[in-house]
Structure formats: structure tokens, C-alpha cells
T-cell receptor, first 110, second 114 residues
Framework: QKEVEQDPGPLSVPEGAIVSLNCTYS??????FMWYRQYSRKGPELLMY????GNKEDGRFTAQVDKSSKYISLFIRDSQPSDSATYLC??????????FGQGTRLTINP | NAGVTQTPKFRVLKTGQSMTLLCAQD?????MYWYRQDPGMGLRLIHY???????AKGEVPDGYNVSRLKKQNFLLGLESAAPSQTSVYFC?????????????FGPGTRLLVL
């Protein structure tokens, strides 16, 4: 079993829809929970990160962590075609390393 | 600031050939990482370094070697390339201290091994 599981999709939704992206993890010692966004043929870039259970908002994006269920989510409100990308969840393993999910490819259709 | 740069951007190798991928960062970061990205597999850590002169194995180190002779550079070597090493390789770096665990990624190197 992978330490971090993410549905690879692909996921295709109309513009303006609310998007929900999810990951589960197995190690309760994981500390920081991150979402990276990767446009086609580019390197990943950090979108958001959070440390504790609960919600964290940044504009149209909300990161949610439920440590009791080992479940993390990213919600995108009022989705735009420019949000089309691959979204990767990542969780810190110790002080030095990140463990990534498989990535979900998202397409927002105008 | 150029951030994290990778050389080359694309390369084709024949089985058994060797090559070195170069990663450079100008952010004075302590930690540097090499990942490979394959369809459906996400990013998998090959090797990493927590400082100049140090290296450590990641999840998929076999067939690769690394060196960190200078703080700003992290080299990934393939001694005898195999088709299974066809992938997109990403380098990343981050500060060593503090609460932020943000890794900054380069643009990637696409490698095709025939």
C-alpha cells in the first residue's frame, strides 16, 4: 500500500463548478500537508500547505485536513480554465522528505 | 533570481550510455532533491542532500548516483542507462531550517532511453 493515495483521474468539470480533490495517507506521524499544482510540461509549484486539522482558505482554494481519518482535500470554488493542471498532494515525512500522491489531472471546460 | 534550473531540458540515450543531469539553485538552499515522475506514479524521490558534501538514498535510488560538491549544484548520474529510466526528472531545493517545508522545483529534464 502506498503511503499516500490519490485518485489520478482524469477529472473534467465545467467552468464555475466546485472541484474536490482528495488524498488519503497511512502514517499518522505525517506533519505538514501540502498541495502542489503542476501545469503541463512544467515543474510543480506549491499552492497551499497546512499543519493542523481543519480548513485553510486562500482565495478560491480551501485545503482541508482530517487527521482522525487520515484524509486531506483541496476544494476549488468558481473553477476557471486556468485551473486546469495536475494537482499533487504531498505530506512531509520527517524533517527532510516529502511523500507525494500520484497526482490528479484536472480539466476545466469553458 | 533564476530559482532552480536544470540542464539539459531533453535528452535521448541509447541503452548502456551514461549521462549527468545538472541541477543548480541560486537561493542558498541547504536541501536539494532529485525526483522522477512517471505516468500514474506521481513524484518518486531518487536521492537527496541535506548539505554540501552529503547525499542520501530516497525511494528509488538503484541505477543512479549523485554528488553535491558545491552547495548550489546537485548532479544526478546514470552510469548505464536502461529503458526503465525513461522518465521526466525534476530537481527541487528548500531551506533546511524553519517551519516552511516548501520545495521549489526546476522545469524538468525529459529523458528517453532507447
Amino acid at each position: 500500500q502506498k503511503e499516500v493515495e490519490q485518485d489520478p483521474g482524469p477529472l473534467s468539470v465545467p467552468e464555475g463548478a466546485i472541484v474536490s480533490l482528495n488524498c488519503t495517507y497511512s502514517n499518522s506521524a505525517f506533519q505538514y500537508f501540502m498541495w502542489y499544482r503542476q501545469y503541463s510540461r512544467k515543474g510543480p509549484e506549491l499552492l497551499m500547505y497546512t499543519y493542523s486539522s481543519g480548513n485553510k482558505e486562500d482565495g478560491r482554494f480551501t485545503a482541508q485536513v482530517d487527521k482522525s481519518s487520515k484524509y486531506i482535500s483541496l476544494f476549488i470554488r468558481d473553477s476557471q480554465p486556468s485551473d486546469s493542471a495536475t494537482y499533487l498532494c504531498a505530506i512531509t515525512q520527517g524533517a527532510q522528505k516529502l511523500v507525494f500522491g500520484q497526482g490528479t489531472r484536472l480539466t476545466i471546460n469553458p | 533570481n533564476a530559482g532552480v534550473t536544470q540542464t539539459p531540458k531533453f535528452r535521448v540515450l541509447k541503452t548502456g550510455q551514461s549521462m549527468t543531469l545538472l541541477c543548480a539553485q541560486d537561493m542558498n538552499h541547504e536541501y536539494m532533491y532529485w525526483y522522477r515522475q512517471d505516468p500514474g506514479m506521481g513524484l518518486r524521490l531518487i536521492h537527496y542532500s541535506v548539505g554540501e558534501g552529503t547525499t542520501a538514498k530516497g525511494e528509488v535510488p538503484d541505477g543512479y548516483n549523485v554528488s553535491r560538491l558545491k552547495k548550489q549544484n546537485f548532479l544526478l548520474g546514470l552510469e548505464s542507462a536502461a529503458p526503465s529510466q525513461t522518465s521526466v526528472y525534476f530537481c527541487a531545493s528548500r531551506y533546511g531550517q524553519g517551519a516552511s517545508k516548501t520545495q521549489y522545483f526546476g522545469p524538468g529534464t525529459r529523458l528517453l532511453v532507447l
